[in-house]
């Protein structure tokens, strides 16, 4: 059975750090990109937005403008698992996130799975 299994949000201050972890079992990660996406607050109707992905083919990057400098995604094929290092936060980056296997092996088109989710807030 395919999953994808998001740990690591929480509580944060701001300017405060967290690392995300999105383990997936069934599968191996390392064939597929994966992105992390978020939930903007105030539209629950709508799909989260990608605001980070790492390809499978040279485990390239990118990332929304918003992210960064502070936000650092990774894979560690050994664990199955990708991470997102989230430095420097601030409270607009609250949300809940997510974790998505895209159907290929480059970041961008369909999401073909999605993990649970995992809330970030960020408040003093």
């Known amino acids: 059975q395919v999953q994808l299994a998001e740990t690591g949000g929480g509580l944060a201050q701001p300017g405060g750090s967290l690392r995300l972890s999105c383990a997936a079992s069934?599968?191996?990660?390392?064939?597929?990109?994966v992105g992390w996406f978020r939930q903007a607050p105030g539209n629950p109707g709508k799909e989260p937005e990608e605001?980070?992905?790492?390809?499978?083919?040279?485990?390239?990057?990118r990332y929304v403008d918003s992210v960064k400098g502070r936000f650092t995604i990774s894979r560690d094929n050994a664990k199955n698992t990708v991470y997102l290092e989230m430095n420097s936060l601030k409270p607009e980056d609250s949300a809940p996130y997510y974790c998505?296997?895209?159907?290929?092996?480059?970041?961008?088109?369909?999401?073909?799975?999605w993990g649970q989710g995992t809330q970030v807030t960020v408040s003093s």
């Open positions: 605001i980070s992905c790492i390809s499978a083919s040279e485990g390239s990057t």
């Open positions: 998505g296997l895209y159907v290929h092996r480059d970041c961008g088109g369909e999401v073909h799975y």
């Open positions: 069934g599968f191996s990660l390392d064939r597929y990109a």
